[in-house]
């Protein structure tokens, strides 16, 4: 996401929020901590693209980073926060439908389903 581009997230709402770890005994690894973001449809994207519903997000925290993914589509948004990785995903999602948008005569099924999924989600 370039510098000039800033996805509006509303203030968090955490759902949920688990953490785990190794069962005592076995080598420790990190500890995985979730969490469970509700976005609202409305949020202006970038260029004309909006949400045009509303999306579960899970955010969780790898090593030094956040992940955030949807579970209806493979992709997912990297950064150094659990927004930043929002904000990624988000433009990701985008992407990813202009993509297949481009290629839609050519799509697998697989890839026919994530589009589909997809244009239930964003809108121009």
Same mark, same amino acid.
């Not at 948008?101 to 697989?110: I, K, Y």
């Given at each position: 996401?370039?510098?000039? $581009? ?8 955490? =759902? ?5 770890? #190794? ?31 509303? =999306? ?6 790898? #090593? ?11 992709e997912y948004g990297l950064g150094a $926060?659990?927004?930043?990785? /929002?904000? &990624? /995903?988000?433009?990701? =999602?985008? &992407? ?7 290629? #839609?005569?050519?799509?697998? #099924?697989?890839?026919?389903? &994530? ?10």
């Open positions: 996401m370039s510098a000039s $581009t800033r996805v509006n997230i509303p203030p968090r709402t955490v =759902l949920s929020r688990a953490s785990s770890s #190794e069962p005592a005994g076995l080598p420790v690894g990190p500890t995985v901590s979730l969490e469970l973001r509700y976005i609202p449809a409305g949020i202006p994207i970038r260029a004309g693209w909006r949400l045009a519903s509303s =999306l579960m997000v899970v955010i969780r925290t790898e #090593e030094n980073h956040f992940v955030a993914n949807v579970p209806f589509v493979d $926060t659990g927004e930043a990785a /929002l904000e &990624d /995903l988000l433009t990701s =999602l985008v &992407d990813y439908l202009e993509s297949l948008l481009r290629r #839609e005569s050519r799509l697998s #099924e697989p890839l026919k389903r &994530d589009l589909e999924n997809l244009k239930k989600v964003l809108a121009k």
